[in-house]
């Protein structure tokens, strides 16, 4: 049987376990991480296989997920490389910012890479992940790591240029955020807590779930929603005014730029 391994043990490593547990996936799975509590929780968690030896989890491998932090992609490499890889595998890295071309020479050719940028929502398998894949890598293999994120979620392949805009556009924080500070400025103007989490609520995820079903332009839903004059009308121009826009587009910048910085510190 085919068997994945994880290097790291974080919080999209967990996520990503449990969407793969909740689809029934019956491939064993290795976990990698220097804190052994981290190991002991996905074990009790999701019937996982914890390895503390880097080289006994990377000899397992036959999809190797780089899962830790991209400051510590660069080293994490350098010790496989110590000990280097003699079969073919493929290595899928969830490390925001870091190209391909930096990922495939830090290792020997034998190992081909992917990128994917999986969001937590995977957890319940309503996930979105991104897809990019190296040169080399065959159909064959490409379909296997298209498959495994399938079983989480929905699945798109974009350009690797694309992958930054991906990354700062796609979170699920956006949401959370959003329905954060609609529910309290709600509750600011007298709304009970719990009403006011589902009035928040049905304006962001029922109103972009009924986007999702309509053959509606979202310009048209949009229209149908905002009287010209009236209340929703006056909150959207008073938004507008207060720049909205110019705020989320600042936000997105700032996050490309972040994930920029990733690869730059990339040795």
Not at 151 to 157: D, L, N
Not at 171 to 199: F, M, P, R, V
Not at 205 to 214: E, L, M, Q, V, Y
Request: glycine share 8%.
């Amino acid at each position: 049987m085919k068997t994945i391994v994880f290097l790291g043990a974080g919080r999209i490593t967990s996520a990503l376990i449990a969407g793969l547990r909740l689809a029934n996936y019956d491939h064993p799975i290795v976990v990698h991480d220097r804190h052994p509590e981290k190991l002991r929780a996905l074990k009790r968690q999701h019937r996982v296989e914890a390895e503390s030896n880097l080289a006994r989890a990377v000899e397992r491998a036959e999809l190797l997920i780089i899962a830790v932090r991209p400051d510590c992609v660069s080293g994490l490499l350098k010790e496989i490389a110590a000990k280097p890889v003699k079969r073919k595998i493929i290595a899928i890295s969830l490390a925001a910012g870091i190209p391909l071309s930096k990922l495939q020479s830090a290792l020997n050719k034998t190992v081909r890479w992917a990128r994917a940028m999986p969001s937590p929502v995977c957890r319940s398998g309503q996930g979105l992940t991104a897809l990019a894949f190296s040169r080399g890598i065959s159909a064959a293999k490409q379909k296997e790591v298209r498959e495994l994120f399938l079983s989480v979620g929905a699945v798109v392949e974009i350009p690797e240029k694309q992958f930054d805009a991906f990354t700062v556009t796609f979170s699920s924080s956006h949401g959370y955020h959003a329905l954060a500070t609609l529910t309290a400025a709600a509750e600011a103007l007298g709304l009970d807590h719990k009403i006011a989490g589902i009035a928040a609520a049905h304006a962001l995820a029922d109103g972009i779930a009924a986007w999702r079903r309509s053959s509606s332009s979202l310009q048209e839903l949009l229209q149908e929603a905002v009287t010209p004059g009236g209340i929703a009308g006056t909150v959207i121009e008073s938004l507008e005014s207060a720049g909205y826009r110019k705020i989320i587009a600042a936000g997105l910048r700032a996050g490309a730029k972040r994930a920029r910085r990733n690869a730059a510190r990339f040795r």
